[in-house]
Nanobody, 123 residues
């Protein structure tokens, strides 16, 4: 199994910044993509940003120019730097990773989620 652990969520004032981290652990052969999603109360989970193993990125329109996703392939870790935060960014942020685990005949595809970390933007 592949486990994801997020950190970095907090209460921050509008206009402030936060950096979220997510580390994947387990028997990982390769991670194709890592990303961040968020879910606000009463709303569906939505994509925030995603990055492939090659470094290609995609952002939700609402965060483009304010958030930057990056990853450390050697550490199986993904980050999102969030600047100019707005109250509407308030949500539980979830990390996702998709790839191949195990080796040889024991290999398998995985699509794992972290437990979530709360980000609250409020004065």
């Amino acid at each position: 199994q592949v486990r994801l652990v997020e950190s970095g969520g907090a209460l921050v004032q509008p206009g402030g910044s936060l950096r979220l981290s997510c580390a994947a652990s387990g028997t990982i052969f390769s991670i194709y993509s890592m990303g961040w999603y968020r879910q606000a109360p009463g709303k569906q989970r939505e994509l925030v940003a995603i990055i492939t193993s090659g470094g290609s990125t995609n952002y939700a329109a609402s965060v483009k120019g304010r958030f930057t996703i990056s990853r450390d392939n050697a550490k199986n870790t993904v980050y999102v730097q969030m600047n100019s935060l707005k109250p509407e960014d308030t949500a539980v942020y979830y990390c996702n990773a998709a790839g191949q685990g195990g080796v040889g005949s024991g290999s398998y595809q995985f699509n794992s989620w972290g437990q979530g970390t709360q980000v609250t933007v409020s004065s």
